[in-house]
């Protein structure tokens, strides 16, 4: 059973910083991408930021010089870290994995509030 357990959420204020982690466990096929989307309240769920094998990475136009994404690949293991938070980058942060395929898994969700 594939799990993706994420951390690291929580209330920061702007212009702050926290880092993210999702660790995916029960991994039965070869990860292509593992990447970070958010979901606001009454908004479609978008992309963060991803990183696929081989390091390449793509980031939203709105995070971008603020996010870092990162992987451990012998672990299976994404990491966010976010700088200079700003209110609008409120939302539920998802971690995701997919293959060549289109295997696609996500996380459970892990809230992020930026808010003085």
């Known amino acids: 059973q594939v799990q993706l357990v994420e951390s690291g959420g929580g209330r920061v204020q702007p212009g702050g910083s926290l880092r993210l982690s999702c660790a995916a466990s029960?991994?039965?096929?070869?990860?292509?991408?593992m990447g970070w989307y958010r979901q606001a309240p009454g908004q479609q769920r978008e992309l963060v930021a991803l990183?696929?094998?081989?390091?390449?990475?793509n980031y939203a136009d709105s995070v971008m010089g603020r996010f870092t994404i990162s992987r451990e690949y012998a672990k299976n293991t994404v990491f966010l870290q976010m700088h200079s938070l700003k209110p609008e980058d409120t939302a539920v942060y998802y971690c995701?994995?997919?293959?060549?395929?289109?295997?696609?898994?996500w996380g459970q969700g892990t809230q992020v509030t930026v808010s003085s």
């Open positions: 029960g991994i039965f096929f070869s990860i292509y991408k």
């Open positions: 990183e696929t094998n081989g390091g390449r990475t």
């Open positions: 995701n994995v997919e293959s060549r395929g289109g295997l696609r898994y």
